[in-house]
Nanobody, 121 residues
Framework: QVQLVESGGGLVQPGGSLRLSCAAS????????MKWYRQAPEKQRVFVAL???????TYADSVKGRFTISRDNAKNTVILQMNSLKPEDTAVYYC???????????????WGQGTQVIVSS
Protein backbone atom coordinates (compact mmCIF):
# COMPACT_ATOMS: atom_id res chain seq x y z
CA GLN A 1 0.00 0.00 0.00
CA VAL A 2 1.20 3.49 -0.88
CA GLN A 3 0.03 6.61 0.93
CA LEU A 4 0.21 10.03 -0.70
CA VAL A 5 0.09 13.26 1.27
CA GLU A 6 -0.25 16.60 -0.52
CA SER A 7 0.55 20.05 0.76
CA GLY A 8 0.96 23.61 -0.45
CA GLY A 9 -2.52 24.67 -1.49
CA GLY A 10 -4.15 27.91 -0.47
CA LEU A 11 -5.49 31.26 -1.56
CA VAL A 12 -3.48 33.36 -4.00
CA GLN A 13 -4.15 36.44 -6.09
CA PRO A 14 -4.23 36.26 -9.89
CA GLY A 15 -0.70 36.35 -11.24
CA GLY A 16 0.69 34.79 -8.11
CA SER A 17 2.46 31.49 -7.51
CA LEU A 18 1.99 28.37 -5.45
CA ARG A 19 4.08 25.25 -4.98
CA LEU A 20 2.30 21.96 -4.41
CA SER A 21 4.08 18.95 -2.99
CA CYS A 22 3.06 15.30 -2.77
CA ALA A 23 5.06 12.78 -0.75
CA ALA A 24 4.64 9.03 -0.97
CA SER A 25 5.19 6.60 1.87
CA UNK A 26 4.82 2.89 2.36
CA UNK A 27 6.70 -0.24 1.43
CA UNK A 28 7.77 1.27 -1.88
CA UNK A 29 9.85 -0.66 -4.39
CA UNK A 30 9.72 1.84 -7.24
CA UNK A 31 7.63 4.79 -8.41
CA UNK A 32 7.07 5.15 -12.13
CA UNK A 33 4.78 7.90 -13.39
CA MET A 34 3.85 10.82 -11.16
CA LYS A 35 0.90 12.98 -12.18
CA TRP A 36 -1.20 15.91 -11.07
CA TYR A 37 -4.90 16.25 -11.77
CA ARG A 38 -7.39 18.91 -10.77
CA GLN A 39 -11.10 19.12 -10.26
CA ALA A 40 -12.97 22.39 -10.36
CA PRO A 41 -16.38 22.73 -8.68
CA GLU A 42 -19.06 20.74 -10.50
CA LYS A 43 -16.59 19.60 -13.15
CA GLN A 44 -14.78 16.37 -13.89
CA ARG A 45 -11.26 15.68 -12.72
CA VAL A 46 -8.79 16.51 -15.49
CA PHE A 47 -5.13 15.88 -16.20
CA VAL A 48 -2.66 18.66 -15.44
CA ALA A 49 0.88 17.31 -15.67
CA LEU A 50 2.95 14.12 -15.84
CA UNK A 51 6.56 13.25 -15.12
CA UNK A 52 7.88 9.82 -15.97
CA UNK A 53 10.61 7.87 -14.22
CA UNK A 54 13.18 9.16 -16.71
CA UNK A 55 12.10 12.77 -16.21
CA UNK A 56 10.01 13.25 -19.33
CA UNK A 57 7.24 15.78 -18.73
CA THR A 58 3.85 16.39 -20.33
CA TYR A 59 1.40 19.20 -19.62
CA ALA A 60 -2.19 20.05 -20.34
CA ASP A 61 -2.43 22.88 -22.87
CA SER A 62 -4.10 25.09 -20.29
CA VAL A 63 -1.03 25.12 -18.04
CA LYS A 64 1.87 24.93 -20.50
CA GLY A 65 4.45 27.61 -19.87
CA ARG A 66 3.04 28.39 -16.41
CA PHE A 67 3.29 25.13 -14.44
CA THR A 68 6.37 22.97 -13.91
CA ILE A 69 6.33 19.42 -12.61
CA SER A 70 9.42 17.90 -11.01
CA ARG A 71 10.30 14.94 -8.84
CA ASP A 72 12.71 14.04 -6.08
CA ASN A 73 13.20 10.31 -6.26
CA ALA A 74 15.20 10.16 -3.04
CA LYS A 75 12.23 11.59 -1.18
CA ASN A 76 9.48 9.92 -3.26
CA THR A 77 8.07 13.36 -3.88
CA VAL A 78 6.50 15.18 -6.81
CA ILE A 79 6.31 18.96 -6.99
CA LEU A 80 4.03 21.20 -9.03
CA GLN A 81 5.28 24.77 -9.31
CA MET A 82 2.42 26.97 -10.45
CA ASN A 83 3.16 30.48 -11.72
CA SER A 84 1.04 33.19 -13.32
CA LEU A 85 -2.05 31.70 -11.72
CA LYS A 86 -5.46 32.53 -13.12
CA PRO A 87 -8.92 32.32 -11.54
CA GLU A 88 -9.68 29.38 -13.82
CA ASP A 89 -6.90 27.44 -12.08
CA THR A 90 -9.09 27.29 -8.98
CA ALA A 91 -9.65 23.62 -8.16
CA VAL A 92 -8.79 20.78 -5.85
CA TYR A 93 -5.44 19.39 -6.99
CA TYR A 94 -4.72 15.68 -6.68
CA CYS A 95 -1.46 13.82 -7.13
CA UNK A 96 -1.40 10.32 -8.51
CA UNK A 97 1.51 7.91 -8.58
CA UNK A 98 2.01 4.59 -10.31
CA UNK A 99 4.14 2.50 -8.02
CA UNK A 100 5.12 -1.01 -7.03
CA UNK A 101 5.76 -2.15 -3.50
CA UNK A 102 8.12 -4.74 -2.03
CA UNK A 103 5.20 -7.16 -1.69
CA UNK A 104 3.35 -6.24 -4.89
CA UNK A 105 5.66 -5.75 -7.84
CA UNK A 106 2.79 -5.15 -10.24
CA UNK A 107 2.46 -1.34 -10.56
CA UNK A 108 -0.78 0.20 -9.38
CA UNK A 109 -2.18 3.72 -9.03
CA UNK A 110 -2.55 5.58 -5.76
CA TRP A 111 -4.20 8.97 -5.18
CA GLY A 112 -3.67 11.73 -2.69
CA GLN A 113 -6.48 13.31 -0.71
CA GLY A 114 -6.38 16.58 -2.65
CA THR A 115 -5.37 20.12 -1.79
CA GLN A 116 -7.47 23.20 -2.48
CA VAL A 117 -6.14 26.01 -4.66
CA ILE A 118 -8.14 29.23 -4.89
CA VAL A 119 -7.07 32.01 -7.22
CA SER A 120 -8.99 35.16 -6.43
CA SER A 121 -8.49 38.84 -5.77
Amino acid sequence: QVQLVESGGGLVQPGGSLRLSCAASGNIFSIYNMKWYRQAPEKQRVFVALITSDGTTTYADSVKGRFTISRDNAKNTVILQMNSLKPEDTAVYYCMMTAATMTNRKPFNSWGQGTQVIVSS
